[in-house]
């Protein structure tokens, strides 16, 4: 199964064990026992509170793109290092240890697939990757998948999920992917093949303002963090409390800058009906 990486826990609610040997997860959100079985067939989605957990980048493609379908796409690309940047730790032990732990080699997996029989071109970010921050590589991706897309004519579909934006380890070539990726879609647009952005927890900062909230039609999954810079940081500079639900989801959606909130179950029927749109003519 594609999501069974090694690592994965990194995101997963913890696991228990039960007395009779089955699998049983906690949610972090309503603390409740969940047998595991129930908790992947609501793809990962809490039966009780509808708590949506956070996925990583294959699991995403798992419950999107139709099984078997997906050819990734520009997997040999890796991070350069182009400032020898060093920190409390060098950029290159970070990237190798983010590597290790989620078993992907950059913050975003590229590629192509059918969703409901429909070819698209499709980006996932992933937030266990170094917050899913939008360095060199995870630009080049999103560009080379605008290119396919206009080359096929093929709609592209980005899923979102990145907690951080620029990756600051990269300074100005990581700066740059915001003007790189926002010029690549504006031809894309140009070419009148359509982006459907899909924003998850968290979508925040150089990637909000940017690729993630360029879509022809933006839809974002229940409760997502959404935004620039975040609540805690916004609060302490103005001095203010924010309002209620600030930078989720459904307060977005209510001021007019999401098209539509879906829970997770509904995203795949709802892309399908899009592509089915396009692909009519
Ligand atoms: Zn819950």
């Not at 069974?4 to 009779?20: E, F, L």
Request: with cysteine.
């Amino acid at each position: 199964m594609l999501w069974k990486r090694k690592k994965v826990a990194v995101i997963s609610p913890r696991k228990k064990v039960g007395v009779r040997g089955e699998d049983w997860v906690k949610c972090s959100a309503c603390q409740a026992n969940l047998y595991e079985k129930r908790f992947l067939e609501n793809l990962w989605v809490c039966p009780r509170c509808q708590h949506h957990h956070r996925l990583t980048a294959w699991q995403r493609i798992s419950i999107t793109v139709d099984a078997g379908s997906f050819q990734e796409a520009d997997a040999a690309l890796r991070a350069s290092d182009p400032l020898g940047f060093t920190a409390v730790k060098a950029y290159a032990d970070k990237v190798a240890e983010a590597q290790e732990e989620t078993g992907l080699t950059e913050a975003a997996l590229a590629g192509r697939g059918t969703i409901g029989g429909f070819p698209a071109e499709l980006v996932v970010t992933d937030s266990n990757f170094m917050m899913g921050s939008l360095g060199s590589v995870v630009g080049e991706k999103i560009v080379r998948a605008v290119e396919r897309a206009v080359v096929s004519n093929t709609p592209l579909i980005i899923i979102s999920a990145s907690g951080g934006g620029a990756r600051m380890y990269e300074g100005m070539f990581s700066l740059l992917q915001m003007a790189k990726t926002s010029a690549a879609l504006g031809r894309l647009a140009s070419a009148g093949v359509p982006y459907l952005s899909v924003l998850t927890d968290p979508t925040m900062a150089g990637v909000a303002a940017s690729f993630a909230f360029l879509g022809d039609i933006m839809v974002a999954e229940p409760g997502a963090l959404i935004g620039f810079t975040g609540p805690r940081v916004i609060e302490q500079t103005i001095r203010a409390k924010l309002p209620e639900g600030f930078q989720r989801s459904e307060f977005l959606f209510r001021k007019g800058a999401l098209d539509q909130v879906l829970a997770r179950r509904e995203i795949k029927p709802f892309l399908v009906r899009a592509l089915s749109l396009f692909h009519k003519d």
